[in-house]
């Protein structure tokens, strides 16, 4: 596919709002994670919604992301979690209605991000429950995001059946080398193309990936495309990568704060997302690492000629 970012309309997402909270000097350490801005300083989290929409984000999504027992604790999820949700929702709406953006309501892994084993349905249902109800009047969008399980997406469609509002769905891959025999699969071992059959059959929007290294999203693009096509449906397709190093199968990554490789600069990401685009993504932005810097970039590249 030829690549033409005069013609070819582009969704512009925004980057990692934990790491860049930590970048301004909010109040970050784990296990809170971006969710302790929330808590202590949520003016920071405000800030932060404002620095991507002014470098140029079409989408600000709410800083939900480690607002579950997994990052906050049960009593605080319990006491706090639907305040605490609806202040995400309700600072990204401010500053989405200040810019002119749209606001997409994160539903993070409820459990963990890359923790598919951890995963337990019968408990899930309640957590995303809170979520939504309180996230429900300030997104524009769902954005189910860094799945690494096809159970993760399940729930979210399942509870989202019958809601009006585009429903995206964000798988997370393996790192490295995704399998012996070349193919992009989920965190959890299962296949792109199944995972992308069962979102596109089951009512997503959109099919993205997020939260893995930029090297190993085109072949994940390729596989959705090759899968898509076999189904019949038309679907955009997206890619918001982070800036971290290869993750073992077997990381946690709410353990620590990790590094970021230096490698992942503005143009560095820049280039990877011109070659998604030119595969065919068409909703792009950035996870943790990626800033409004990059952001920015991305929006010279694709939006300078529209």
Not at 28 to 46: G, K, N, T
Not at 79 to 93: P, V, Y
Not at 275 to 304: D, S
Request: proline share 6%.
């Amino acid at each position: 596919m030829e690549n033409n970012t005069a013609t070819d309309t582009v969704t512009l997402l925004d980057g990692g709002i934990g790491r860049q909270l930590l970048q301004m000097g909010a109040p970050f350490r784990q296990p809170e994670w971006s969710a302790l801005a929330l808590i202590e300083a949520p003016h920071f989290v405000r800030q932060a919604h404002e620095q991507f929409a002014l470098a140029g984000s079409d989408i600000l999504t709410t800083n939900s992301y480690a607002v579950v027992p997994y990052h906050i604790g049960k009593e605080r999820f319990v006491a706090d979690g639907s305040s605490l949700a609806a202040l995400s929702g309700q600072l990204a709406h401010d500053v989405a209605t200040q810019f002119g953006c749209q606001v997409a309501g994160s539903l993070p892994p409820l459990f963990g991000s890359y923790r598919p084993d951890l995963f337990v349905e019968e408990k899930a249902h309640a957590l995303l429950r809170v979520l939504v109800d309180a996230l429900d009047p300030y997104v524009d969008l769902w954005l189910a995001e860094t799945l690494s399980a096809i159970a993760e997406a399940k729930v979210v469609l399942d509870m989202l059946l019958n809601d009006k509002r585009p429903v995206w769905i964000s798988y997370t891959l393996q790192d490295g080398n995704p399998s012996p025999a070349g193919k992009p699969q989920l965190r959890s071992g299962e296949s792109v193309p199944d995972a992308v059959q069962f979102a596109a059959e089951h009512g997503a929007a959109a099919i993205l990936f997020n939260c893995s290294q930029p090297e190993v999203m085109a072949p994940a693009i390729d596989a959705t495309q090759q899968e898509l096509h076999h189904l019949g449906i038309n679907l955009p397709i997206g890619v918001y990568a982070n800036a971290f190093p290869a993750q073992r199968k077997d990381a946690q990554a709410n353990l620590s704060i990790q590094e970021v490789r230096q490698n992942i600069d503005p143009s560095g990401y820049a280039a990877f997302a011109a070659g998604w685009h030119q595969q065919g993504a068409r909703i792009i932005g950035g996870c943790c690492g990626i800033g409004p810097e990059h952001i920015a970039v991305l929006h010279t590249m694709f939006k300078k000629n529209v």
